[in-house]
Each structure stands twice: as C-alpha cells, then as structure tokens.
C-alpha cells in the first residue's frame, strides 16, 4: 500500500494531560522519541493507523529496536507506558494500531492517496492485459498467413508464377528501352564531336596560325610554372627567416609575381621585416609606389635605408626634376632693381 509523505501533528500536543503526565515519568525522553515515531511509521503504512512491515508480518520490538535505535528494555517498557495510556493498542498477532488515528489525521486525504494507488494499479494491470491479448491475437494471426500460404492451392501457384513472367517481360522490355536511350545519347555525343572539329577546321586560316597559338599557350604555360616557382622559392626563404607575415599565402605570391619580379618582392618583404610591418598590405603599399616612381637598383639605393636602427620613419630623398635639360633665363638683378625703386629714368 502506498504511504504518505506527511502527517498532522497539533501545536499543543504537548500540553495535553497525557502527554504532560508522560513527561512526569523518568523515561519521557525516550517515551516522546518512541511515540514520535510510531506516529511516522503509520503514517507510512497508511492503513488506519496500523503499523507492521506487511499485511500478515508485524514488526516485532527487536524490529523496532534496531528502526528507533534504541536498547530493547527501552522499547519494551515505553510501549507499555503507551499502552498504559491507550494511546496505543498491541493486538495478539503483535501488529500495533495508533489509537483515534482518524481523529488527529487527514482520513479523507489518505483515503484519496489510497484510492489514487488502486487506480494507478488497476490501470497499469488492464494495460497489461491489453497488450498480452493483442500480442496472442498477432501471433494467431501471423500463424494463420503462414499456413495459408503453405497450404496454398495450385490456383495460387500458377497465378504467382503467370505474375512472375509478367514481371520478367517488363524488365526485358525497360532493357530494351534502356539500350535504345543509350544509343542515342552516344549518337549525340558523336554529332557534337564532330561539329567541333568542322568549327575548329573553319578557324584555322592556315598552319602558321595555328602554330603560333599552340606556340603562344605552351609559353603562357611555362611562364605560368616559372611563376610558381619563383613564389615557393620566396615562400622557402622566409620560412627559413621563422617570420610570419599575415596574407603571406602562394597564391597572394603568385598574383603579385605577375606584375613586379622576384626580387624586387624579396626586397620588398625585407623592408616589411626590418619596420616591423607584417602583413601584405604593407608590402603591397611598398610594390605600388615603386611601380609608380621607378623601382631601385638594389636595397641599398632604396629610399627607405636611410632611417636608423631605433626609428621606424623613413627619410625620403628629395625627388629630382623633370626638366633636367632646361635652361632657365638670365636676368640682370641689378637693373630690375633699379625699375623696380624707379631710379631707371627710361622705365
């Protein structure tokens, strides 16, 4: 039977005359323990105030002995002072009941968790029983199939095997089909491939031409790996400097080899290194001015190596002149002084 989790208990059970005329006796301590917890484990039990571990096993005091922890002499003399009082009452078979349990406790709260149990447990059966009959049912069923078609007539027989045939006309027949399809993609195919040799034959004005251009993607790709190889060869020397540059990739290298050369690059990245500016915008800023005003000769004449160790600035050389041929005009500044304060009477 299911049990509650909760029983009632009165504020002022202790000033009830019973429980006061306990408290005057040399055992209260323990008889108020005892008592306490009888309260509990009818509350448990949830029968009426009944307490016994099952419906035909009571608890004996050595039971309660070890439950409370308390010495057996103890136990044995609080329930006679309990039963003394009436507040408890030993029936011959040792179950013990609480007396006017139903005037204390929540009877019809109990009675609802007791009702709620039965019904839990009625469901949970019904259920089962449901599921056995279904399983018996399927079972009866799944014999009854199989006898069926062991036991099937030559009517059967014949119509599953004209069934059979049937099915393998259909397949030879999607074959067929299948085969049909085929040729005509490959008959495609042929005709595209040869209105493709016709437009190649069409294009070509004469072999020289053709020379030329078989000529001219053979160099297109023999830069291209040149090109490659001119990348990695940088990539190689500043992975053997153990300097990381962001954006640094083959590809970045790759794009940038096909406008400036490779060492031109080179010197590129190692201005970068020695200012301290690891990313590839920085070079390319570096790559886009040169292009614009002329590259150096080498990294000595490049007008970033003027800035000393400990400053990041660099010092540009004044630009030179365009007009390197041209003669400017003489004048006599001496007589344009002489206009300029009137002193020339002629002016």
């Not at 069923?141 to 078609?149: K, L, R, V």
């Not at 190596?305 to 400053?311: L, Q």
Request: charged share 40%.
């Amino acid at each position: 039977m299911k049990g509650i989790e909760w029983i009632k208990l009165n504020t002022n059970m202790c000033e009830d005359e019973t429980m006061r005329l306990i408290d005057s006796l040399p055992l209260r301590d323990s008889a108020n323990y005892v008592w306490i917890r009888l309260l509990l484990q009818a509350g448990k039990v949830n029968d009426g105030g009944l307490i016994y571990l099952k419906k035909d096993v009571p608890y004996t005091k050595e039971m309660l002995s070890i439950l409370f922890n308390r010495p057996l002499d103890i136990i044995e003399k609080v329930l006679d002072i309990l039963e003394s009082f009436k507040l408890i009452k030993i029936y011959e078979n040792n179950i013990i009941k609480i007396c006017n349990w139903e005037k204390h406790q929540n009877i019809e709260g109990m009675k609802r968790v007791k009702e709620g149990t039965r019904e839990r447990v009625k469901n949970f059966r019904e259920r089962k029983k449901k599921e056995k009959e279904l399983a018996e049912k399927k079972l009866n069923t799944d014999e009854a199939c199989s006898n069926a078609i062991n036991e099937g007539s030559d009517t059967n027989k014949i119509n599953k095997n004209k069934n059979c045939n049937a099915n393998v006309t259909l397949q030879k027949e999607k074959r067929e089909e299948d085969k049909e399809h085929k040729k005509k993609n490959i008959d495609k195919k042929e005709n595209k491939e040869k209105d493709k040799v016709n437009d190649v034959a069409l294009t070509k004005e004469n072999d020289e031409s053709y020379d030329k251009a078989y000529k001219q993607t053979k160099i297109v790709s023999s830069s291209h790996d040149e090109i490659k190889s001119q990348a990695l060869k940088i990539i190689k020397t500043l992975e053997e400097n153990n300097k990381v540059i962001r954006g640094f990739t083959l590809s970045w290298v790759i794009k940038v080899l096909m406008t400036h050369k490779e060492k031109y690059i080179e010197m590129a990245v190692r201005e970068a290194i020695e200012r301290n500016r690891l990313d590839v915008n920085y070079i390319n800023g570096i790559l886009k001015n040169w292009l614009k005003e002329g590259y150096p000769k080498d990294y000595e004449d490049m007008e970033f190596n003027n800035c000393n160790a400990g400053n990041s600035a660099a010092v540009k050389e004044k630009p030179k002149l365009r007009f390197i041929n041209f003669e400017p005009r003489q004048y006599d500044y001496d007589d344009l002084e002489k206009k300029l304060l009137g002193w020339n009477k002629d002016s």
